[in-house]
């Protein structure tokens, strides 16, 4: 019998080519909504098609999309068909993509820590059994990231530097891009330290690197310039740095890179005492959707609140109302900081708080 | 095949069969009444046919001596033949044969006979232990009697009656004996014959049954007569219901049925209770409440059908649904309730909106559950708007389209009847119409009907509405504006127990309220995500935390920018206590307006704050009323002094004078001579009054109290803390009259100024023995820069615009050289430089005695002063 065929099925996979490929590209122009709109278009073709990999594929990037609009319930609500109980996507990579999506969204939250840590160890031992662990780096990152959020500096360079050599050793060059997260994560992790030297030779080591994405790396590599400049107290520099990662971040609508700009911005303008341009900044920042993380309502409120202190102290030293505001929001912050404490079962995020708090209070 | 062994009959035992038949066949001991009045009907419809004009009448007759019951008809009767044929074969009635006969001839008569078992005899037995049948047939002289006593021995009398027909008497055994009874036999009559189109007696009583039935008639004079007799035929048979609308049937082809629907006022308890109607066949009741004849759909429907072609079962009690003629029927009668829905919609819309009211649970049900139903009346059924009721087909010309989705209509609805007082207002503020969708089904028939016109129709939930159409989100600016009233909103909320609420600033129509709660919405996607099950324990962890909150539901309250109240909130310090109630009464107001909200925890809240305010406006009323008696006291007082004042300007002269408190000693005079010259020349013109100069009293305490009293400002020399000085400068400070006070003191003096005159500023020269020009020159550069003064008292004293005063400095030191006689005559004639203008001149010259060209002079140097 000759074969045949399926010229309707063929058009259809062409059609979800296309899709994917326009997809595809708005990702890494970051044009994150539009992908997202694309992703879920394809998805539509690949249920056609019928393919259960074709279709995890959708979900899986479609989900991962919303999660950086900063959309991480719906994110979640996207990635939950592929891990149903009869979900029948076999696609190593694509379930390794939604663990790591689970581990990112539940630390961005952020969920308990116990349950963090289950679902991380879930991903560990999913590539140990699958056997690959060439991609356990992107799950390291996130490690390091944990780390950072607990307060465990030293350790989460210690993770930062196992990932990064981790990648370089075993990684496909095909997720190359990942690239800019290791370093992203090495300069702050160094910058948390107080370890200007470590932070520069890993910003060097970065801009050398060969990369696919320069948007992403552009705000990321900025953003880290900024942090470096006012760690040691060059504050035009970090103004100027934060200005361009700004610049940059707001021509995508990646949500994580945006706000990490705007903190550094904001942080320089108040210590170099811009108060107006610091208050641009902040409203740009305050219109984010921040009501799902707590780390950014926390920084959102610490930054008004050293606003409204800065504001206090130039303006109207003999009102009270400045220095109210900034009690207010600063006990607001604490209270973020007492939940994230909670959740992540440490005590480090109150303390800024409570420090600035004190400090008003004797005033 | 197996081997043959024997072929027997069946043995009978043929009393027991009766017995059997009789006391099982029927479910209900009455049924012979039915049975017996059937049979006598018949055989006068068969006399009928051969004496058209005879009056047929059937009689029921109870002895309760006798412990019968007689039936008794002018039918056609029998003979022996017939006594034989119908009375004596079980199973054979004898009129089945008969029908099928006038049916082949195609005679009307077939579908008015109504037996054709030939058991109707029997059901007699179930109450009789004797049944005797005694009869005249027409045509024949020989009446016969038959008596039977339950057994299959039955004997045949002649007998004597005298009129053409049957009697038919049952001897009730002693079990029925409580069926003796009139009461009883005419609603048995009823229940069965109602519809039997002869008159029928009980003991003489009656006729007892319905003779005329509408659904029977030919012909109608006025449609009006039709309906009122309908009307009355079913008001009358249902006293226990009130009928919306009657629904008369008239089906003639290709099967005939009578009879009447009606919408019923009950409420009909669930979608699946079904329309119930009273069946009869050719006039003879078969079934009460019978619910399978009637549309799945048309639940609110009762009624009375009688239909020939419907096939009873043997016992007679119920029809057989596997038949055509039942689906035909039900078929129709389902048209001509929607047909009849849709006249009412169309022409008699009060009507229509009263079965809206009625049955809108079960219209908008029956529409969601069955698609013929939902097809032909969808667009009729009516819902409530802010526009008043109204019907889907009119709503879709109310509302503009929508651009943004593809022009479509939008049908906007609301889910609770709670939130209607705010949606209603948020759509007459739009001019849009908005359909109160709370009750059952309301949402599921909307769903349909956009799903079934998803073409030209949008849905639009405005529960959970974001809708820039309606709320309008702040510019950048202004979203800056009230952005800290968002924050403080929301943590005020949160410090009173109130942790669901989000607040954000939109720009929407009406202006006048403050704020509105919308839920957040919950997406479908969402929705099914709670249901998934997952593969990994681990993401089913993650997901029950993520998702706890969503599943909290928590709300939006919009707070409204083009709203007053908010604007100044925004504006002010809200810190205060008003500030906070006025916060929480913004919430308490939004959740009153949308009260589906209203927890146990928001009324408590609402309550508590009630209570708060009301104990604010007593303490408010109180602080109010005190604050008004202190008003009014110092409104009092303040005229006091006014008066005070008024008269003590009276009192004062028309010139500024200033009183100079100093000690008396000499070596004051320059310091007073250079004040003079300062003051009582241009550009002052004041008088500068010493004690010493003018004496009011001769005691000295008044005479000084005089002096304060006329003055309009002080000059105190505090260099010494003379004790009198000091005194008199108390007396002038404490009644704080704002006249201005001058303090001198010299760089010279020793003694520290007391502290309650620090806070005063006092003025410093270099010494008391300092010559009286430097005196002047500096004391003048104390109060003058450029020649203008720079004291504000200074200020206020010439913006007083007072005459001036005509003092011996000013006359001293003008142009033209007056003597001093001269002068004190003036001084003496003249206080102000207006007086001496305004004199007449040669009285000047004469009073003084200088020569009328000096005076001229001087007149004229004072008027250019």
Redesign the interface.
Known sequence: MPYLLDWGKIKLIEQFEQLRYAAGEYYQNRKLQQAAEYFEKALEQAEKIGDVNLIGHCQSSLGNCLMQLGQ???A???L??I???D?KVNDPYILYQV?IR?VE??QQ?P??LD??E??Y??AEEFLKDSGYSKWRHELLVFRSRLYMFRGMHPEALQIAQEAWISKRLGADSHYGQVADYHFDGLVSTSIALQDANMASEYLTQWELEDDVMPMNRIIRFSKCQSELAYLENRLDDSIRWGRQSMHFSEQTDYEETKIASYISLIRAYLKNQQIEQACDVI?RF??MRH?ERRYLRYNLLLLLGDYHSLRGQLYSKNDQ?EP??AL??YR?AKKSANYIDNKLNCSVWNKEAEKRIEYLERQ | MSKLIETFKMETNFEGLIKLLADHLYSEPDVFIRELIQNAHDAIQMRLELEPDLAGHIDVNVDKRKKTITFCDNGIGMDKKDIKEFLSVIGESGKSSLINEFKTKGQEIALKLIGQFGIGILSAFVVAKKVIVRTLKAGIDKAFAWHNEGSLECDLFEDNLNHVGAEVTIEVNKDFEFMLEDERIIKLVQKYCDFIPFVIKVNGKGPVNELDVPFYRNHWNSNQEKESKYDLFVYRRFQDDIPLDVIPVEIDEPIKARGVLYISHRNIPGIYTAGQLEIFIKRVFIKANDSTLLPEWANFVRGVIDCPHLIPTAARDNVKREHSSFDYLKDKLGEIIVQRLMYLAENQREVFSKINFYHNYSLKGMACLYDDFFEKVGGLILFKTNKGKMQLRDYLTKNEPRLEYGKKIPIYYFSQSTSTSQFYALANAKNWVVIEASQIFDISFLKKYEEANSAIVILINLDTTDDPAIFEKLD?ER??QF??LE??LE?HLKRIGVNNV?VRTRDFAPSDIPAIIIEEKV?E??R??IE????????E???D???GE?LKHPFYLNLNASNRLIQELAKR?R?DELSRQILTGIYNCAMIYAHNFLTRHNTKVIHDQFVKLFNKLLVSQEEFKENQRKLEQARRELLEIQKKDVQLEAQRPDHILIFMITPFDDKYKNLEEALRLIFECPPYYFELRLARDYHHSTNLLSDIKIHMTQAHAFIAEISELNANVMFELGAVLLPDDHRPVFCLRSQDALKNVPADLKEKLYIDYTSLSDSFDNLAAELRSKFERDGRPIHKGLKDLLSQQKQRYLSRKLLENLGVRVDNKSIETLRSNYKTIEELLKADKLDVIQQTGLKDYLVEAMIGELKTA
Do not use: R
Request: glycine share 4%.
């Open positions: 991480l319930k719906q979640l609500a996207a939950a068909p891990v149903k109980k979900t663990l689970y969204i539940a939250i969920l308990s349950k963090i289950k679902v160890n879930q409203l305050s219109k009501s109302i109210d505001k207010s929001a607001l | 950048e979203t800056g952005h800290q924050i403080d943590g989000l997406s996607k969402m099914k995500f998934q099950e997952y593969i990994w324990e681990s993401i962890n993650i997901t935390e993520a998702l969503e310090d810190k």
